[in-house]
């Protein structure tokens, strides 16, 4: 089973100011690399595939980088609506393993 | 538009069964590889089991291989999980997720239902 390992657990950024974000894979899944937004009550949302390709109707200031083991979706200037914990997932083969999440708070 | 409704959770007690559903409308549910991916509450996703458009492969997490069975009706557009020998660890919102690419074992997820909550105590 590939391991998926996010951090920071919580970030915390000040509105308009860029937030980074991390993943990494126990082993290569090569761009097989997809991010979720969850914000509370409410069902996942895709919001990255191909490690760098935004789904459908997602801002541009949203962008994923990587391949391999090394992932990263860095957020260029915070907004309130932002807020919510995002999750890493390799797509590479079953089964399909998710990071543990990282919460995006507002300072 | 792609709608997938989750049905069946409940409180049920440890060591009972429960069947999950998921009802797919809005795309040619027979073409994609469905999964079942559940988070306990305040906790992270975990992916529990996925099947392949034709059912010819399955898959599923070590923590419920043997005890969670998946299977689809694809005249039907409806998903399932039949839970059996349920733990209090199983407690958990059960999302059904729909693969974006057509015919294709592994993908990304593209739509999730709202979920289900089970509660498993006594």
């Known amino acids: 089973e590939i391991v998926m390992t996010q951090s920071p657990d919580t970030l915390s950024v000040s509105p308009g100011e860029r937030a980074t974000l991390s993943c990494r894979a126990s082993?290569?899944?090569?761009?097989?690399l997809a991010w979720y937004q969850q914000k509370p009550d409410q069902a996942p949302r895709l919001l990255i595939y191909g490690a760098s390709v935004r789904a459908t109707g997602i801002p541009a200031r949203f962008s994923g980088s990587g391949s391999g083991t090394e992932f990263t979706v860095t957020i260029s200037s915070l907004q309130s609506e932002d807020i919510a914990v995002y999750f890493c997932q390799q797509y590479d083969d079953w089964p399909h393993t998710f990071g543990q999440g990282t919460k995006l708070e507002i300072k | 538009e792609v709608q997938l409704v989750e049905s069946g959770g409940g409180l049920v007690q440890p060591g009972r069964s429960l069947r999950l559903s998921c009802a797919a409308s809005?795309?040619?549910?027979?073409?994609?590889?469905m999964h079942w991916v559940r988070q306990r509450p305040g906790k992270g996703l975990e992916w529990v089991s996925g099947i392949t458009w034709n059912s010819d492969a399955m898959g599923y997490a070590d923590s419920v291989k043997g005890r969670f069975t998946i299977s689809r009706d694809n005249a039907k557009n409806s998903l399932y999980l039949q839970l059996t020998s349920l733990r209090p660890e199983d407690t958990a919102f059960y999302y059904c997720a729909k693969s974006k690419d057509m015919v294709a074992r592994t993908s990304f997820f593209d739509y999730w239902g709202q979920g289900t909550l089970v509660t498993v105590s006594s």
């Open positions: 809005g795309f040619s549910f027979d073409d994609y590889t």
């Open positions: 082993q290569s899944v090569s761009r097989n």
